[in-house]
């Protein structure tokens, strides 16, 4: 919350879906100047997303997660490139603890419209991460895109789609999304039922972005495409 608070760009709205949860965080939140949406019993993270975007009535939407941070001047340098750029998407820089090649930082502003090029400028057939984003609401609406409740990994699927839908992406640099290796994250839980869940959702997420792809006629970077420029950026990206 403090994080957020004291970003540089303070025209926020801040909402807080407060997803059944057990310990105190759900008081906690209320001490802070948010909107907080308090559901009955845990209906898990695209439930929760789904609220929140049904909810927001700013221009643009951007999903945090609790264990993560933002550099201060985040918001601001995001919304300065949507707006000057007109993007249905902003996406920001990123520092991977767990995995550093997926750590990623952009030199200067610059926007892509060709398919190949918007899924290669951010791997997102690789790296679904949904909190790298800054997306158009109306975007999002027109294209009726919304997360996949029960499934884990529900963000590469809705991420793909919103890059591929997308009129203009836009990178943005001085952007710093800090992922955060948590032990009992949903990514890291190792009780067995849980990771293999995660596997089959896993497999059906990667299947689908495959037919989607299939379907309309064009390659994934990384994936089906470009691997070489991948490995290559995978190996020499050893530090941040």
Not at 4 to 22: A, F, R, W
Request: glycine content about 4%; hydrophobic content about 35%.
């Amino acid at each position: 919350m403090e994080n957020m608070l004291n970003q540089s760009y303070k025209n926020l709205e801040i909402i807080v879906v407060n997803d059944g949860s057990t310990d105190q965080s759900g008081i906690i939140t209320q001490e802070y100047p948010v909107q907080v949406i308090h559901l009955g019993q845990n209906r898990g993270l695209s439930a929760a997303r789904n609220i929140g975007i049904d909810t927001a009535k700013g221009q643009y939407i951007h999903f945090m997660d609790i264990d993560d941070a933002v550099n201060p001047d985040y918001y601001r340098e995001m919304a300065k490139a949507v707006k000057e750029t007109d993007a249905d998407i902003a996406c920001g820089g990123m520092w991977n603890e767990r995995f550093n090649y997926k750590s990623q930082r952009f030199r200067k502003t610059k926007v892509y419209t060709s398919t190949h090029d918007k899924l290669k400028a951010t791997y997102v057939g690789k790296w679904g991460y949904v909190w790298r984003y800054l997306f158009k609401v109306d975007f999002l609406k027109k294209h009726n895109l919304r997360f996949e409740e029960g499934r884990l990994v529900e963000d590469l699927i809705f991420s793909f789609h919103a890059v591929y839908y997308a009129d203009k992406l836009v990178v943005v640099p001085n952007t710093i999304y800090f992922y955060y290796n948590w032990e009992n994250s949903i990514s890291t839980i190792r009780e067995k039922a849980h990771r293999e869940k995660y596997r089959r959702d896993w497999l059906h997420a990667r299947s689908y972005i495959l037919n989607f792809a299939d379907e309309h006629n064009f390659k994934i970077p990384g994936i089906n495409s470009d691997k070489i420029s991948y490995i290559w950026r995978k190996y020499i990206s050893r530090h941040f």
